[in-house]
């Protein structure tokens, strides 16, 4: 029985203003209508598998919760206290796994590790090269998977075998990503297969190499996740032990470094979706080579991704571009430097700028809240509530608020009284009182909320109670 392991961390900078720090693009419906991370458990039915183990950033941990809720999905979800790259959060999952087997006894088979942002067109493809790579682990083998290359890609590391047509063979070694011409010269070998980053592989085997190959990375992940806590549904390893564990992927760790690696050559139409290029060669597009998303008119355009989130975006008379709005940002760019849009987040970044980190549209998990207009001492907000949901019992030292309900119900906390609130009813909460929100119907709740103050930030919260356990201030 596989136990599938999901990497879901990452930033996804290449791919702004549609994914954020806050809302990486493992989270985000890009092709489909659910997210990529659903995708990827999606693509498991069909395999025998135990449940999932999720490892994620703690700052992402009620979007994976959410969207396994959503999913069906029962996992395991480990937090990484921060990123230290593929190895130690591989490691996490495989001292989860052992924690599993002591727990009651079973044995879990074979760790598969997916990235939680991939594209695969042919899944049946993907569940058939799982299944050619069994009998290798299981003889304790350390398994990749390869992608048969369609052109000579300068953005991806390569996997050098005897023959990408042989399927299931020795791994002959890893090699960094290429020049043009060094790439051309791979796909005309015929032994080379892109680097998926997708493994297959026995958790203690790992451990076992990690310890050989990085004993004090091993130690460090072993600490960690010996010291850990639970919390809720999550799984917390601690994080002053992590912090002493050293950045580095597996290939370097551990795969570079084994004797008995083998590769699986997949052809599944795979995609790690890694920019705005990567999304338009695999979407569906119109005659014009066009793929038109949103509130969106194009005319005497040619080969352009065009996307709306919030107004009308129309294009005239233009040829390979990226044109993404959304409520705070618009991006225009030429497909051909598509992988340079990280250096526009950089820029963000340095000039203290939000828009880089969030979305107009915030994900709590509670529900969202989404700044609809704001100015000097005011500010307007459409708040969500889910059914059953309830926001912490908090307090503000700088501003006061007034709520109006849209739609659904209110149970509103205020000093002393507690009280229903249904639509097109209002409630004014004064500076410094203690107040609390929640929904107590079965459809979301939908409110205004009104801001006054002389100060508006998020980190005007004191949590005096929380039923997710968020930190007293802020978030």
């Known amino acids: ?15 702004w203003p549609l994914s954020r720090r806050d809302t990486p693009k493992q989270f985000l419906p890009l092709l489909e209508r659910r997210s990529m991370l659903q995708a990827t458990l999606a693509r498991l039915d069909g395999l025998t598998t135990a449940r999932p183990i999720v490892v994620c950033a703690d700052a992402h941990r009620f979007l994976v919760a959410e969207q396994l809720r959503d999913s069906g999905v029962e996992a395991d979800i480990v937090l990484e206290p921060e990123g230290r790259d593929t190895a130690p959060a591989i490691a996490l999952a495989a001292l989860c796994q052992q924690a599993r087997e002591t727990d009651d006894g079973a044995d879990r088979g074979p760790l598969l590790v997916l990235p939680a942002d991939h594209h695969i067109a042919d899944v049946a493809a993907f569940r058939e090269a799982v299944e050619r790579a069994l009998p290798a682990t299981e003889q304790g083998a350390f398994a990749t998977f390869g992608i048969v290359p369609r052109h000579p890609e300068t953005g991806y590391g390569y996997l050098e075998v005897d023959d990408i047509t042989a399927g299931l063979q020795p791994l002959r ?9 060094r790439a051309k010269a791979f796909l005309e070998a015929g032994r080379y297969l892109w680097n998926s980053g997708m493994f297959l592989m026995h958790g203690y085997r790992y451990l076992q190499a990690l310890a050989r190959l990085r004993p004090a990375m091993h130690d460090a992940v072993t600490a960690a996740w010996a010291a850990r806590r639970t919390d809720l549904d999550f799984l917390r390893p601690d994080a002053a032990t992590f912090a002493a564990c050293e950045r580095e992927s597996v290939d370097y760790a551990v795969m570079e470094h ?18 705005f290029q990567a999304l338009w060669d695999i979407a569906e597009k119109d005659a014009d080579g066009n793929v038109l998303r949103g509130d969106t008119l194009a005319e005497a355009t040619r080969d352009t991704w065009v996307q709306s989130q919030s107004r009308l975006v129309a294009t005239l008379g233009i040829e390979g571009l990226v044109v993404v709005e959304t409520a705070d940002s618009v991006l225009v760019a030429d497909r051909r430097h598509a992988q340079d849009i990280k250096t526009l987040v950089a820029r963000l970044d340095a000039q203290g700028r939000c828009e880089s980190a969030a979305h107009r549209c915030v994900y709590r998990p509670w529900g969202s809240y989404e700044s609809l207009e704001n100015g000097p001492r005011f500010q307007v907000k459409h708040i969500r509530v889910r059914p059953g949901a309830r926001l912490s019992l908090q307090r503000h030292h700088h501003r006061a608020e007034h709520w109006v309900v849209v739609s659904g119900t209110a149970r509103v906390t205020r000093g002393e009284e507690d009280f229903l609130l249904s639509e097109n009813q209002s409630v004014y909460i004064p500076l410094g009182v203690e107040h609390r929100l929640e929904n107590p119907g079965r459809i979301d709740l939908e409110m205004i909320e009104i801001q006054s103050g002389a100060y508006l930030g998020e980190d005007d919260i004191v949590r005096l109670d929380d039923d997710y356990r968020r930190d007293a201030n802020g978030e």
């Open 1 to 15: 029985m596989l136990t599938p392991v999901i990497l879901a961390g990452g930033n996804g900078t290449r791919l």
């Open 258 to 275: 084994v004797d008995d690696a083998v590769a699986v050559a997949l052809d599944a139409g795979w995609s790690d979706v890694g920019s």
């Open 173 to 181: 070694r890893f090699v960094e990503k290429p020049d043009a011409t």
